[in-house]
């Protein structure tokens, strides 16, 4: 399973991205989704998990209210909608598939990963 992160930038406080995952070498609607995030030297921390047709979502409180999992399953794509973004927010963000049904929402629970991509919030 190939996982490629893209929308990663370089934004002002208070300003939104969208990052964009595009999954194959699987069925796309197989796969519990994820978004992780990771600042050098911190281990790698949950922000975002939908399951496989979108109707359940589950949020890091962290990021609750500002933060979107979103899932296309006729385009094998998942998206993370980041609205008023915050220094704190400044991360590499990664993309996570579990091929299992059943949500989790650990490192551990997801088998296939993407390479990463960095968003930076100035203020």
């Known amino acids: 399973v190939q996982l490629v992160e893209s929308g990663g930038g370089s934004v002002q406080d208070g300003n939104s991205l969208t990052l964009s995952c595009e999954v194959s070498?699987?069925?796309?609607?197989?796969?519990?989704m994820g978004w992780f995030r990771q600042v050098r030297g911190s281990e790698r921390e949950f922000v975002a998990a939908?399951?496989?047709?979108?109707?359940?979502?589950y949020y890091a409180d962290s990021v609750k209210g500002r933060f979107t999992v979103i899932r296309d399953n006729t385009k094998s794509t998942l998206y993370l909608q980041m609205n008023s973004l915050k220094p704190e927010d400044t991360a590499v963000y990664y993309c996570?598939?579990?091929?299992?049904?059943?949500?989790?929402?650990?490192?551990?629970?997801?088998?296939?990963w993407g390479q990463g991509t960095q968003v930076t919030v100035s203020s």
């Open positions: 996570a598939a579990d091929k299992d049904y059943t949500m989790g929402l650990t490192l551990n629970d997801f088998d296939f």
């Open positions: 939908i399951d496989w047709s979108g109707a359940n979502v």
């Open positions: 070498g699987r069925a796309f609607d197989s796969l519990v």
